[in-house]
């Protein structure tokens, strides 16, 4: 067994890691294969990688399995990870939010995946953990749901009233299967087919400008919460983030015609009068 084999068991019957866990640091270790013996190789690597078109983006998230790697191994070596370009978040038109809240679905997929995106588009789960969900994890009194998020850490995320309407309609349709959005063989539904059926649902509700994904509602929700004044601190708890620079990301995605309604409320001079 090799030490990349050992380090990956560890974390999977230690630190309970899920699958796409596992898989990510596989890549990683495939990307930088015979490079990781030393900070020099690893920076070689770095520009191999460069040249052949890989992003920025996916060269730190590989960047950041090798890290973990050499302080697990006990070795005093870490590359910081590099600098990327800031880029604002693609997120939904109102338009196109309006065209997704009056759509009406037609057929089994067509349906869950159309449930699904109102889910996200309400509180922000991840796909992985709206297709995760039982219908034990829903408190319909108290609007309520128990997700299992990254790292295995379970969190209380709530939900709209709205959408508690169409959930409870959707859990009693769906019949006995534990998982509240499973195929018809209660089995969980996978993230990549979820894609496919999303990229099917844009393009009936006639979704265009924006690549129509759970990573885009999610960042959609995220920015219409502070955009309306949320808490940035309830948002990051309520989005699973282990890091509030993560969280704070949405704050780019915001114009001045965004924030010019805060700075009126807020101003020291309007306080005055």
Known sequence: ??????????????KSVTPAT?????????????????RADAIER??????????????????????????????????????????????????????????????????????????????????????GLTKENIDFDNLVFKCLGKGQKQRLVPFSIELRKA?????????????????KNNSTVTVR?????????????????????PHTLRHTMATNWIRRGGDLFMLSRVLGHSDFKTTARYLKSLGVADIAPTAQRVSLLSATR
């Open 1 to 14: 067994m090799t030490l990349q084999e050992q380090f990956i068991m560890e974390r999977r019957y230690l």
């Open 167 to 183: 959930l409870y309609r959707y859990s009693v349709r769906s019949g006995t299967g534990r998982l509240l959005f499973g195929t």
């Open 193 to 213: 087919n979820l894609e496919r059926d999303f990229q099917a649902l844009g393009k009936k509700a006639a979704i265009t400008g924006v690549r129509f994904s």
């Open 46 to 131: 770095i520009g191999v990688l460069k040249d052949r078109g890989l992003s920025v983006v996916s060269i730190n998230c590989h960047l950041r399995v090798v890290n973990a790697f050499w302080k697990w191994n006990g070795q005093d070596i870490r590359i910081p990870k590099l600098k990327e370009q800031e880029t604002v978040l693609a997120t939904l038109s109102q338009q196109a939010v309006d065209a997704l809240l009056h759509f009406r679905a037609k057929g089994t997929n067509q349906i869950r995946a159309h449930l699904v995106a109102l889910t996200i588009l309400d509180t922000g789960l991840r796909a992985s953990e709206v297709l």
């Open 22 to 38: 596992v898989i990510w640091y596989q890549q990683g270790f495939k990307r930088f294969e015979g490079a990781i013996g030393s």
